[in-house]
C-alpha cells in the first residue's frame, strides 16, 4: 500500500470502513510527513498531536461500534490559523496574538469535530490573512512543496502547503481576496471558495468581513465537495450567515459539462498573464469545449477597477476589525503611561508592516473629506462588479480563468514591491467583491515543473454547477503530478 | 434671563431592560460580579460575531412610535471607530445616516405654555464597558491603574436626539421629564438617572437676537438629575452670556457639569476632535421591518402620559394632581382602582399625591409592593368623607394599611380612631363642658367667636379626639345661642 498520507479522502474513507486502515495509523502516517517535511516547509503554525491522537482513537473505537459520522470521520485535517480553536493558541501569524488560546470553537471547528473529523493543527499564513506568499507571517515563511525556494501562495499558504505535502488529507483556508484560489493553484491542490454566507464566519479572525469566507484546501473535487458539505449551512451566530437551504452539490456532480456554456473571461486573460499559464489554461478550456462545452468569450469591463476598488474596501474593513487588538484584553501589551501610548506601543510592535500598511490605508479611506472619493466610490465599483457578473450568467453557466497570472514566483521576489503582490490575486478578487463562489483545480504544470490552476467561477449559491464543472476540468485536464517533498522517496 | 437668544437641542441615551444583551446572549445584569455576564461577543474576542435583539428592536419601535416617529422599513447599523479602553472593539455598533427612526416630535409644557421639540432622530446602539481608576481620586489622569468591567458592554442603548428647538432650561427640563415618562410608561427601561440606565446630554448656544446663524455649540454632559440639567443649562446660559457681552469667545467644546461647585468645566480637547470614520456594519444585515410590525407595535403601544394626565383632568383633577398621579409609578392604577370602587377622583388624588407619596418616599418601597389597594384607599376616603374618620385619625389609619395591618376600618376600630357621629353622646359631653365653663360661655354669648375654638378643643378632649370637630363646633353655637 502506498503512504496513506497521499490518500485521498474517499479513498482513505473506503479503507477506514473496510478496516485496512486505522485512523491511528492514517494520523501517524500524515504526522511522519509532517515530521520530515516541516524543517524545510513550515507549513504548521501548532501540530497538536495530542489531541488528534485522541480524536483518532476516538474515531477508531467509534468505527468499531458501528458509530459512523460520515465521510470525514477519522480523516486528519488542519485549520488556518485564523480561525479560533479552544485551548489551542490561535495567532492569525501575528506577534500580537502571540500565546492567545481562544477560549470556544469556530463555528467551522465545531462542526469538523462533530462530522469526526481529526484537527492535526493550525497552519502558517500571512498575518491576518493579508497577503500572497505567506511570508508575512511574524513566524516565518511557509515554502512550496514543489520548489522550496518558491512561495506557496497566500494567505492560505500553510495549509495549501500542508494539503499538497501530505501533512493533513484536507485543510481549510479562509479567502477574502483569492487567498485560498490562489495558494491552491501555486500547489496544486484543489482550492473553493464558497458563496458569501453558506459558511459560517463565527469564529474566524476577521480581515474584510464582507469579503471573507471559509472554503476547503482539498486533493480532489470530491474531497472538496465532502469538505464543503461539513461546514456549510446556516449558523444563527453568523448575521450574515445564508438562512435558506445549502445547494445540493452531490446529485449532478459527474453530470459533465456538455451542453453548459462556459464563458472565457476577456478581462482576467490579460496581458501581465504568463504565456505558459495561459497556453495551459486554453488547453483545459479546449478539452471542455471537446466534451461539448459551449464556450464563448464573455466580457466584464468593470473588472479592469475590481482590484481597486479591493484594495480600498478591504484595508477599510480591516482598519476597523483589527482595531480591538489593542494589548487591553488579551494578546501582546507593551507598557506605556498613558492608555492611548500602552494601545499604540503593543500595536506598533504587535502588527507586522504589511498589516500597518493596510491599518492606514484602510484609516486613510474611512477618514472624514476623503471617505466619498475612496470608501465610497469603491462600494460603487463593487456594485458594477455585482451587475457585470449577473448580466454575464445571464449567458452563461460558469466562467472560466487562470487563478494566478504566474506560477509560483522566488521567495522575497514580491515583498518590497506590494503592487507587484496585490497583481497576484488580480483573477480571484471580482469573486469576492461579488460574493460568488469560485474555484482552483490543477491544470498542469509548467515548464519548470510548477503547477498551475484553472479557475471556474459561478453565480452566488451555484455550488452544483461550480463542483460539476470543476470534477469534469479534473477529470479532463487534471494533473496526477505530486510534489517532490511530498513523495516518501523525496521527503526522506 | 439673558439677552440673546438660546438654543438647546438633547441627545438621550436610555438603557433597554432587555433579559439579553444588544448582541449577544449574555445577561443584562448590573448586580453581577464584575466580568461575569460577559461572552466572546461583548469582550470583542477575534472572531465573535453580533447578532441583533429582536426585542430591542422592537421596544426602539415603540420609543419612535410613542414620539410620532417615521419608522424605517430598512434601517442599517454603521461602526463608530475610537479608541477607548472600555470599548472591546475599539468600535461601537450604532446606527447613522439609516436609524430605525426618525422626525418625530414630543410636546411639553412649562407653566401653561405648550412647546412643541421635534425629534430628529430614534436610534439603537450598544453601550460600553466600565472603567474604574484607581488612586487619583477615581480620575484617569495620575491614577495608578485602570479596571474594566464589561458587564454593561453590548447593553442596548437607544438614543433620542432632540431638534433644536428648546430655548429655555426649564423646557429642557420638561422635555427630559416627558420623555422619562414615556419610557417608564413603555416599560423598556428602569429610567434611573442617578444609576445612569438615561443620561441626557445637552447641546446649547447663544446668538443675538434676530441672528440666523447659529452661535458655537457648546456639549454639557454628566448631568445625573432633571434639577441638575436645568441647572447646569442655566449655568451655561450665564457663563456664555457673560462671555458674549465681554466679547470673548466662546469654544466649541464638550463640558462637564460638576454637581458640588454647581458649574461645568471643559472636557478633555481630545473628546472634541474625533473623527468616527463611520463604516457600515459588514457584520450585520439591514434591520428590517414590516408594515405589520410597525402597526402591531404601534396599536399595542400603552396609553401615554399626556393622553392619561388629559384623562385625569376630565375625571376631575387639577392640572398638578393629573401630572403627579400620572407621574408616579404604581399611582395612576390606585386612582383608578378607588375610582372605580366609588371612591371621587378629587379626594383620591388628594391622598395619592399627598400622604400617599410621603409614605412611599419615606418606605423606599414602590407602591405596587405595598399593601394598599384601590379598594382600601376607596374605604378610606369614604371613611373620612362620611365623618366617620377625622383627616389626622386618617392618615395613621393610611400608615395601618400600607405596614399591612389590615383594612382600614378595622384598624381605624382596633385603634379606637373612628369618630363618634352619635349626637346623643356627643351632646352629653358639650352640655358638660358648657356648664364646667360659664365664664367663656358669657364671653362667647358676648361675640368674642375665639372661645368657641377653645370650647371644641375642650369637648374633643373630653370625648377623646372622637368627634367629628365642625359637629362639636355647630352645637356649641347652638348651645350657648350665640
Not at chain 1, 393 to 416: M, Q
Not at chain 2, 23 to 39: L, S
Not at chain 2, 414 to 443: K, N
Request: hydrophobic share 40%; aromatic share 6%; net charge negative.
Amino acid at each position: 500500500m502506498s503512504d496513506p498520507a497521499d490518500l485521498t479522502i474517499s479513498a482513505a474513507g473506503a479503507l477506514l470502513r473496510s478496516g485496512d486502515l486505522s485512523a491511528v495509523e492514517l494520523l501517524e502516517a500524515v504526522l511522519r510527513r509532517a515530521s520530515m517535511t516541516e524543517a524545510i516547509l513550515h507549513a504548521f503554525l501548532t501540530i497538536d498531536s495530542a489531541g488528534a491522537s485522541a480524536a483518532a482513537a476516538a474515531a477508531d473505537e467509534a468505527f468499531a461500534a458501528g458509530d459512523d459520522l460520515g465521510h470525514l470521520h477519522g480523516i486528519p485535517i488542519a485549520l488556518k490559523d485564523n480561525m479560533v480553536t479552544r485551548g489551542i493558541e490561535t495567532t492569525c501569524s501575528s506577534q500580537i496574538l502571540s500565546g492567545y488560546i481562544p477560549p470556544y470553537d469556530a463555528t467551522v471547528v465545531e462542526r469538523l469535530k462533530a462530522a469526526g473529523a481529526v484537527i492535526v493543527g493550525k497552519t502558517n499564513m500571512d498575518e491576518f490573512a493579508m497577503g500572497s506568499s505567506t511570508e508575512n507571517s511574524a513566524y516565518g515563511a511557509t515554502r512550496n512543496p514543489w520548489d522550496p525556494d518558491r512561495v506557496p501562495g497566500g494567505s492560505s499558504g500553510g495549509s495549501a502547503a500542508a494539503v499538497s505535502a501530505g501533512s493533513a488529507l484536507a485543510a481549510l483556508g479562509s479567502d477574502t481576496g483569492g487567498s485560498i484560489r490562489q495558494p491552491a493553484s501555486l500547489t496544486g491542490v484543489v482550492g473553493m471558495k464558497p458563496t458569501y454566507g453558506l459558511v459560517s464566519r463565527y469564529g474566524l479572525v476577521a480581515f474584510a468581513s464582507s469579503l471573507d469566507q471559509i472554503g476547503p484546501l482539498t486533493r480532489t473535487v470530491d474531497d472538496a465537495v465532502t469538505v464543503f458539505e461539513a461546514i456549510a449551512g446556516h449558523d444563527p451566530s453568523d448575521a450574515t450567515s445564508y438562512p435558506g437551504p445549502v445547494p445540493d452539490v452531490r446529485t449532478a456532480l459527474d453530470g459533465g459539462v456538455a451542453g453548459l456554456r462556459v464563458g472565457v473571461v476577456r478581462e482576467l486573460w490579460g496581458e501581465g498573464t504568463d504565456p505558459e499559464v495561459a497556453a495551459v489554461c486554453r488547453r483545459a478550456v479546449d478539452l471542455l469545449a471537446d466534451a461539448g462545452a459551449l464556450v464563448s468569450e464573455v466580457s466584464l469591463p468593470s473588472l479592469e477597477y475590481a482590484l481597486s476598488a479591493y484594495y480600498l474596501i478591504a484595508p477599510a474593513e480591516c482598519s476597523s476589525n483589527l482595531a480591538r487588538f489593542d494589548g487591553v484584553r488579551y494578546g501582546l501589551r507593551r507598557a506605556g503611561s498613558t492608555v492611548e501610548e500602552m494601545m499604540a506601543s503593543s500595536r506598533h510592535d504587535g502588527l507586522g508592516p504589511e498589516v500597518t500598511r493596510r491599518v492606514l490605508l484602510g484609516t486613510y479611506a474611512l477618514s472624514a473629506g476623503y471617505y466619498d472619493a475612496f470608501y465610497g466610490q469603491a462600494q460603487k465599483v463593487r456594485t458594477l462588479v455585482i451587475r457585470d457578473f449577473a448580466a454575464a450568467y445571464g449567458d452563461v453557466d460558469v466562467l472560466i480563468s487562470p487563478v494566478s497570472p504566474t506560477t509560483a514566483f522566488k521567495i522575497g521576489e514580491r515583498t518590497d514591491d506590494p503592487l507587484a503582490m496585490y497583481l497576484s490575486d488580480v483573477c480571484t478578487i471580482p469573486s469576492n467583491l461579488a460574493g460568488d463562489p469560485g474555484i482552483s483545480v490543477p491544470v498542469g504544470l509548467d515548464s519548470g515543473g510548477l503547477p498551475i490552476g484553472l479557475q471556474v467561477l459561478a453565480p452566488a449559491l451555484g455550488e452544483a454547477v461550480l463542483f460539476r464543472v470543476a470534477k469534469a476540468v479534473e477529470s479532463l485536464a487534471g494533473s496526477d503530478a505530486r510534489p517532490a517533498l511530498a513523495t516518501s522517496e523525496g521527503a526522506a | 434671563m439673558s439677552a440673546y437668544d438660546v438654543v438647546i437641542g438633547i441627545e438621550t441615551h436610555v438603557e433597554l431592560r432587555t433579559a439579553s444583551k444588544m448582541f449577544c446572549g449574555c445577561p443584562v445584569d448590573f448586580t453581577a460580579e464584575p466580568n461575569t455576564a460577559v461572552c466572546p461577543v461583548c469582550l470583542g474576542l477575534p472572531g465573535a460575531l453580533p447578532v441583533p435583539n429582536a426585542r430591542a428592536v422592537e421596544w426602539t419601535i415603540a420609543l419612535g412610535s410613542a414620539l410620532g416617529c417615521d419608522i424605517a422599513a430598512e434601517s442599517v447599523f454603521h461602526r463608530k471607530n475610537y479608541f477607548y479602553a472600555d470599548l472591546p472593539k475599539n468600535y461601537q455598533i450604532s446606527q447613522f445616516d439609516l436609524p430605525l427612526c426618525s422626525d418625530g416630535k414630543l410636546d411639553v409644557e412649562v407653566d401653561g405654555v405648550p412647546t412643541v421639540v421635534g425629534i430628529t432622530r430614534v436610534h439603537m446602539e450598544e453601550d460600553t464597558g466600565k472603567s474604574t481608576h484607581m488612586g487619583a481620586g477615581g480620575r484617569i489622569t495620575g491614577s495608578e491603574g485602570s479596571l474594566v468591567d464589561f458587564n454593561r458592554s453590548g447593553v442596548p442603548l437607544v438614543e433620542v436626539v432632540s431638534e433644536p428647538d428648546i430655548k429655555t432650561p426649564e423646557q429642557a427640563r420638561a422635555y427630559a421629564t416627558e420623555l422619562r415618562e414615556i419610557v417608564l410608561s413603555l416599560g423598556i427601561s428602569d429610567a434611573r438617572l442617578e444609576e445612569g440606565s438615561m443620561r441626557f446630554d445637552a447641546n446649547i448656544s447663544l446668538r443675538p437676537p434676530g441672528q440666523q446663524e447659529l452661535g458655537v455649540k457648546v456639549e454639557v454632559k454628566n448631568m445625573n438629575s432633571l434639577r441638575s440639567l436645568q441647572r447646569a443649562l442655566a449655568y451655561e446660559i450665564e457663563r456664555q452670556t457673560k462671555r458674549l457681552d465681554a466679547d470673548e469667545p466662546i469654544e466649541q467644546a464638550t463640558r462637564h457639569w460638576e454637581e458640588e461647585s454647581r458649574r461645568t468645566a471643559p472636557g478633555r480637547s481630545k473628546e472634541e476632535s474625533s473623527d468616527y470614520r463611520y463604516l457600515r456594519e459588514p457584520d450585520l444585515i439591514p434591520v428590517a421591518v414590516s408594515r405589520e410590525t410597525i402597526e402591531a407595535v404601534g396599536s399595542g403601544l400603552p396609553e401615554l402620559p399626556a393622553a392619561r394626565r388629559s384623562r385625569y383632568r376630565e375625571m376631575g383633577l387639577d392640572f398638578e394632581a393629573a401630572r403627579l398621579v400620572s407621574a408616579g409609578e404604581g399611582l395612576g392604577g390606585l386612582l383608578e382602582a378607588a375610582v372605580a370602587e366609588g371612591a371621587g377622583a378629587a379626594s383620591v388624588a388628594n391622598w395619592l399625591t399627598g400622604d400617599v407619596m410621603a409614605q412611599i418616599r419615606s418606605l423606599g418601597t414602590p407602591v405596587e409592593e405595598t399593601p394598599l389597594t384601590g379598594a382600601r384607599l376607596a374605604e378610606l376616603v369614604a371613611m373620612v368623607d362620611g365623618g366617620e374618620l377625622s383627616a389626622t385619625a386618617a392618615k395613621d389609619v393610611l400608615a395601618g394599611v400600607m405596614a399591612g395591618e389590615g383594612e382600614p376600618r378595622q384598624i381605624a376600630e382596633e385603634r379606637d380612631l373612628m369618630q363618634i357621629t352619635d349626637s346623643g353622646f356627643i351632646e352629653e359631653a358639650v352640655d358638660r363642658v358648657l356648664a364646667e365653663h360659664p365664664d367663656e360661655v358669657e364671653r362667647l354669648r358676648g361675640g368674642d367667636g375665639r372661645l368657641t375654638g377653645f370650647l371644641v378643643g375642650m369637648v374633643m378632649k373630653a370625648t377623646g379626639g372622637k368627634a367629628d370637630p365642625r359637629q362639636v363646633s355647630e352645637m356649641i353655637r347652638s348651645r350657648a345661642g350665640a
